[in-house]
């Protein structure tokens, strides 16, 4: 249990660190006054570039990541794996991931005001070896086709939050997992689903009005042919 404890506060501190805040002050910009104001790497690759918003991309999904497997990999040399068949255990595990999701969203060094979350608990729902890696990974196939189809972050974020719980549920079904442990991954993938939603309100609300921002990278040439 004093391990959990240390990594739980790690995880949250870690998810804190708004690396996006700190690329921006790198290049002398304060990234919560420009583009939408968020503490993204959406955001970050809007204003300060986008190799700056991949770099932020990979820094807030390593936020989510490096707990989990850390965690994971403290547990393990102990003796106590913690994806064992107690839910006690996996529940303890999927803390830690949630635990770094919320230091993201509610960083304690910015008076609780940061990011949206979504890069961070992809990153956390990688280190869920091998249960819900395989959703992970196909989440971020249609959160790549989505921004592609639609130029819209924040709707594909939305979307593939939405497919998680569904393919987990659906994986654990195909692989004949216990009925409590589908419920307990399921209800946890279906908790961060909620919390990405929520912090995506306003993305939702400026697509219903057709004020919200599309990304350069995914928008398709539309320069008119040149002519013969």
């Known amino acids: 249990m004093t391990i959990w404890i240390l990594w739980l506060i790690a995880a949250y501190l870690l998810g804190s660190v708004s690396f996006?805040?700190?690329?921006?002050?790198?290049k002398g910009i304060d990234i919560r006054s420009q583009g939408s104001g968020n503490l993204?790497?959406?955001?970050?690759?809007?204003?300060?570039?986008?190799?700056?918003?991949?770099?932020?991309?990979?820094?807030?999904?390593?936020?989510?990541?490096?707990?989990?497997?850390?965690?994971?990999?403290?547990?393990?040399?102990?003796?106590?794996?913690?994806?064992?068949?107690?839910?006690?255990?996996?529940i303890?595990?999927?803390?830690?991931?949630?635990?770094?999701?919320?230091?993201?969203?509610?960083p304690i060094w910015l008076k609780f005001k940061g990011g949206k979350g979504a890069a961070t608990s992809f990153g956390a729902l990688l280190g869920f070896w091998p249960v819900l890696t395989a959703p992970a990974l196909a989440s971020a196939v249609i959160w790549y086709a989505v921004t592609r189809k639609t130029a819209y972050v924040g709707l594909a974020s939305v979307v593939a939050a939405l497919s998680i719980p569904v393919m987990t549920i659906a994986s654990g079904l195909i692989q004949q997992r216990p009925p409590g442990e589908i419920a307990v991954y399921g209800g946890f993938t279906a908790l961060l689903a909620a919390l990405v939603v929520a912090r995506h309100r306003s993305n939702l609300a400026r697509l219903r009005t057709g004020t919200e921002a599309k990304v350069d990278w995914a928008q398709r040439d539309k320069r008119p042919a040149k002519e013969a």
Do not use: E, Q
């Not at 996006?20 to 790198?26: D, H, N, S, T, V």
């Not at 993204?40 to 390593?62: E, P, Q, S």
């Not at 303890?92 to 509610?106: K, N, P, S, T, Y």
């Open 20 to 26: 996006a805040l700190m690329l921006g002050r790198l």
């Open 40 to 90: 993204g790497a959406t955001n970050a690759g809007r204003v300060l570039g986008k190799k700056w918003g991949i770099g932020c991309c990979l820094l807030d999904l390593g936020k989510g990541l490096v707990p989990v497997l850390g965690y994971a990999l403290s547990v393990n040399l102990a003796g106590h794996p913690p994806t064992s068949s107690a839910w006690a255990g996996a």
């Open 92 to 106: 303890l595990w999927l803390m830690i991931g949630l635990a770094a999701v919320l230091g993201h969203v509610f």
